[in-house]
């Protein structure tokens, strides 16, 4: 299995870093989509306040947690029916673990997508199989992943995509994911959580959900899957045997988060604002925008490899990500990261106009 991991694709990117540093006013890192926006004061503070924690976590969270996690799924997903919260340790080690887990054979990844989807199917030693967004497409599989807004594209699904995909899961009696770490960041098109459309039955579905993003907590490590019941029951049993507990002040730091939805405001309009400022200098500089709805990221093309592109933007000191590094469909695109502060954003619309 681990022969078969493809090379880290980050490492590719090293010689373009390598001439964006060498700018004389330095490198605008639009990269990698890490949040730089600090983490707000109040949740630093719980994390502080939990800081003596000599006992061992509870794999299933605190009651608090718990229950902060159940009512922010109904009041901010419209999750209906019976269902079930797990917190985790960060989403990726969801996505990289739930196909072996689930014991999964057949796993289906969108065609452009987050490359750690192929990877959790390659350590279960899965086949992967990529889909299109039309799940009336999709083939049979034990488990098929959906993502809106998306990673890279910014796109939203629509409720009949949804639908469409519960109606797949049902159809083939398969777990539907729905990865919706990005949903709080909805722009010019509005993201709904899978958990709103199933009419109460919420059998071989679930949903995660980050706070990274969200809360601008990366760095805690901290995210949480909401669903059926009988199929969290499962991965919380596995959890509890492999040691995968989210650590106790983390759980108190989400518990206030979750809480809050100000700080969610105030960081959905500064991504926006970045957004918005970011998309006509990019057509200024000759690219098309597609999708680019929601989310961190900017998806754009001027039709050339995408390698072009992201060494024509490190000429100007500004790293992007060249679009293959998920999937084929990618390869004349780039993603563009609006995880910089307000003042690199400036800088960088002064070097697009140049
Ligand atoms: C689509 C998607 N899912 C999951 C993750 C993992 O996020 P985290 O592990 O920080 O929750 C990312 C991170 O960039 C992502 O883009």
Redo the contacts with the bound molecule.
């Keep these: 299995m681990r022969s078969s991991l493809p090379d880290f694709p980050w490492d590719a990117l090293a010689p373009y870093a390598e001439k964006a540093r060498s700018h004389p006013d330095g490198i605008i890192d639009l990269s990698v ?1 890490t949040p730089v926006d600090p983490t707000p004061d109040f949740i630093q503070a719980a994390l502080r306040e939990s800081s003596n924690s000599p006992s061992y976590p509870v794999t299933a969270g605190t009651p608090q947690l718990r229950e902060a996690m159940r009512s922010w799924a109904i009041s901010r997903l419209g999750a209906t029916g019976d269902f079930d919260v797990l917190p985790l340790i ?3 080690e969801l ?1 990289a673990w739930l196909p072996t887990i689930l014991e999964s054979t057949k796993v289906l990844i969108p065609e452009i997508a ?1 490359p750690t989807y192929h990877v959790g199917a390659l350590i279960a030693e899965a086949e992967s199989i990529t889909v299109s967004i039309d799940a009336q497409s999709w083939p049979n599989a034990d488990l098929a992943w959906m ?1 809106s807004p998306s ?1 890279p594209t910014g796109r939203v699904h629509s409720i009949e995509e949804i639908e469409s995909c519960i109606q797949w899961s049902r159809a083939n009696n398969a777990v539907l994911i729905s ?1 919706e ?1 990005y949903l709080e960041f909805d722009h010019t098109a509005h993201a709904t959580s899978v958990m709103s459309l199933t009419g109460g039955d919420n059998r071989n579905i679930l949903a995660v959900h ?1 706070l ?1 993003k969200r809360s601008s907590m ?1 760095g805690y490590r901290a ?1 949480f899957l909401i669903g059926d019941s009988a199929l969290i029951a499962k991965i919380r049993e596995l959890r509890k045997h492999a040691g995968m507990m989210v650590a106790l002040p983390v759980q108190k730091a989400m518990t206030v988060a979750l809480a809050d939805d100000l700080h969610v405001a105030e960081q959905r309009a500064r991504y926006n604002a970045r957004r918005d400022a970011l998309i006509p200098a990019l057509q200024g500089c000759g690219f098309r925008i597609e999708f680019s709805n929601a989310g961190l990221y900017i998806w754009c093309t001027r039709d050339e490899d995408a390698w072009t592109s992201v060494d024509w933007l490190a000429t100007r000191g500004i790293l992007a990500t060249p679009g293959s590094f998920y999937g084929e469909k990618g390869k004349n695109h780039i993603r563009i990261a609006m995880t910089v502060s307000d003042t690199q954003i400036a800088d960088a619309l002064t070097r697009l106009k140049v």
């Design positions: 989509g960060g989403s990726k996505v987050y993502n990673n990865d770490c980050s990274s990366a995210a």
